[in-house]
């Protein structure tokens, strides 16, 4: 079945939520959630799996990477092949890799079939999420529905965030590691029997021919800055082993433009880059993730090493912030209404750089705690407004065919963000620790969160300018 678009002559759209697109929304939101959950849940096991497994310390950040290479890497690619191939087809076989691989690293006895596991988590995550997203908008037409979609989306996929390092946490104490991949099974299952049936197929009636140089180009050139990112992380930014993949994704994302260019069917029309609402709309949820993903690295930091937080303890003390991800996602569509997506960008960037701004009055003393729990409550809320903002105006204006490559790009912002986050942020903090002991480790800590907000500010201002 072709999905009918809601914006051709001819067609109403839908006014207020029927039963069916009730259900359609909960089953891609728990897959959007499920797949959320996964991206964190093994950050507080890390060192129980090396343990478990006989990871050696210095290979043990490639189960994190070899998923965020793949997730990263691919979600552009596969955005696209949703549009021409069948969204719903790539979101069920998605959600079957995903179910197959989680067993499998639940499974795993040794740990080259744990990376093997990681990596086709990491695959299955870039076909689904752009897969469901294009879902979401395609079953949504533009307007309150596909706000309201789009922020509950949001909420529950930065909730999941939050939830997975506790559940992790929970997983690992009470029960197994092993759990922490046993976990996504059922409920890709129950996805997957209820989804045929109430979701249906969106694709094209005429089916363009692959472009087989771009999806290579751009897809190994994600692939090299990802890594480039990765290993910036832990060898430093000036290293050749961050460096050399750093300048071949550089490279080779300029040979896709000019791939782009020359081709017939393009993998990503330059029409849809040069859209104002896409491009500056993805520059700013870049931000949005980058910022809030780090100072949540940033902020464990503090809580473990300066407050003598356990693991598990920090892991629920970012409950709080869940909470304003979750609150901010539910109030962000009706602010959009309301005032714009635009303005709606603005006030929660503002809103996320004064809460990471007060941050500077963190001290070395567990009272010290009601500052952090009440900045990262407000500053989750206003990130969401961001987040939910970036999301609408990002698929906004663009035919359904286009739905796929719009949420690929999004998906991939939302990617890039995470995994650059977090270097870049260290680096920071490590270059203003000076001397040893509490005090530098919060004096670096305090340059960090002065920088991140600094970045909240000037990226969502400078986004808004140029959108003019």
């Not at 294009?134 to 037409?141: A, E, G, K, V």
Request: charged residues 10%.
């Amino acid at each position: 079945m072709t999905a009918i678009d809601p914006r051709a002559p001819g067609t109403t759209a839908p006014a207020a939520l029927t039963p069916r697109l009730r259900l359609v929304l909960v089953l891609l939101l728990a897959a959007q959630f499920m797949l959320a959950v996964d991206f964190s849940i093994l950050n507080v096991a890390l060192p129980v799996i090396g343990d478990g497994l006989g990871f050696s310390l210095a290979h043990l950040q490639w189960i994190g990477t070899a998923f965020a290479l793949c997730a990263a890497g691919f979600t552009l690619l596969f955005g696209r092949i949703a549009d021409l191939f069948g969204r719903r087809r790539l979101f069920l076989g998605g959600l079957a890799v995903l179910g197959a691989a989680s067993l499998l690293g639940g499974l795993a006895q040794s740990p080259e079939v744990l990376i093997t596991a990681r990596v086709l988590q990491g695959l299955a995550t870039a076909a689904v999420t752009p897969a469901a997203l294009s879902l979401l908008t395609t079953s949504f037409p533009e307007g309150p529905l596909r706000e309201k979609a789009l922020g509950l989306n949001g909420a529950l996929m930065s909730a999941g965030f939050t939830t997975g390092a506790i559940l992790g946490g929970l997983l690992t104490d009470l029960l197994s590691w092993r759990w922490a991949f046993f976990v996504n099974v059922p409920v890709a299952l129950a996805v997957l029997l209820v989804a045929p049936t109430v979701v249906e197929e969106s694709r094209p009636d005429e089916r363009p021919k692959l472009d087989l140089p771009g999806a290579a180009t751009v897809t190994l050139g994600l692939l090299a800055v990802v890594l480039g990112l990765t290993r910036a992380g832990e060898s430093g930014w000036g290293s050749p082993a961050a460096l050399l993949p750093l300048a071949a994704g550089v490279v080779l994302l300029l040979v896709f433009l000019g791939v782009e260019r020359r081709v017939a069917a393009p993998l990503v029309p330059l029409s849809v880059l040069g859209r104002r609402s896409v491009a500056w709309g993805n520059a700013v949820g870049l931000i949005a993730f980058l910022t809030e993903t780090s100072l949540v690295f940033l902020l464990t930091l503090y809580l473990q090493e300066v407050l003598g937080f356990s693991p598990l303890a920090a892991g629920l003390s970012f409950g709080v912030l869940g909470l304003g991800t979750v609150v901010g996602g539910s109030v962000a569509p009706r602010v959009i209404g309301r005032i714009g997506s635009r303005a709606a960008l603005l006030a929660g960037g503002v809103t996320q750089a004064l809460a990471t701004a007060a941050l500077l009055g963190l001290g070395d003393t567990r009272s010290s705690l009601w500052l952090l729990l009440t900045c990262t409550f407000v500053g989750g809320v206003g990130n969401m407004l961001v987040i939910v903002g970036f999301m609408v105006t990002a698929t906004s204006g663009l035919a359904d065919h286009e739905q796929g490559l719009a949420t690929g790009l999004a998906t991939m912002t939302q990617q890039i963000g995470i995994t650059m986050g977090t270097p870049v942020m260290s680096a920071v903090a490590t270059a203003a620790m000076t001397g040893s002991g509490t005090a530098a480790v919060l004096g670096g800590l305090k340059t960090a969160i002065a920088v991140n907000a600094a970045v909240v500010l000037l990226g969502v201002f400078g986004g808004c300018r140029t959108s003019k």
